[in-house]
């Protein structure tokens, strides 16, 4: 069975990574005002509301919408509409950069496998060459063989030897 090859052959051009890393710089400027470090105390500290909690939430922020009289008096609802408007909006960011996320690992595990696949093609090469005593190729097989686990019948590594 025939290893499968360049599963990942779309490479971003010079002019495209550039723009990339500009608009996170970008995003990381807009944002740097309201980016906080909290300390693992502090996170546990102050958690983070479970979806039970955003529902009630929510709701309480429904009951100030619609019946503005039933709002406690204790309440800065200016900051509290602040607050809920803020969090809306870094939710949806929150979502779009993770499917960026999702997206950017999935291509890299793509050029990973490929570079990986490679890279055996390469060693299988150099260990043949280094049988037939090829200049420079006895060098780099015994500087790539420390990379493989070694057994008695193979120096393909063993998660990659294919299943009979």
């Known amino acids: 069975m025939m290893g499968l090859k360049n599963l990942n052959s779309t490479h971003l051009s010079s002019t495209k990574i550039t723009a990339a890393q500009d608009a996170i710089a970008s995003l990381e ?3 740097a005002e309201i980016t906080i470090n909290l300390s693992a105390a502090d996170r546990k500290k102050y958690g983070s509301i479970n979806e ?4 009630f ?5 429904d009951y ?6 039933l709002s406690a008096p204790e309440v800065d ?3 509290f509409e602040r607050d809920y408007t803020s969090r809306n ?3 949806s960011m929150i979502s779009r950069l ?16 490929d570079n990986y696949q490679s890279a055996l093609v390469d060693y299988s090469f150099t260990t043949y060459k280094a049988g037939t005593s090829a200049p420079g190729f006895e060098d780099k097989y015994k500087d790539l063989k420390q990379f ?10 063993p998660d990659n030897k294919q299943k009979e």
Not at 148 to 157: E, G, L, Q
């Open 52 to 55: 039970q909690n955003k529902l």
């Open 64 to 69: 100030h919408q619609s019946q503005p009289n």
């Open 98 to 113: 993770e499917s960026i996320i999702t997206r950017l690992n999935n291509a890299k595990t793509l050029h990973d496998f």
């Open 29 to 31: 400027s807009a944002l």
């Open 57 to 61: 939430v929510n709701k309480v922020h």
């Open 148 to 157: 493989f686990i070694k057994n008695s019948t193979s120096t393909i590594p």
């Open 77 to 79: 609802w200016a900051e």
């Open 89 to 91: 909006h870094m939710e």
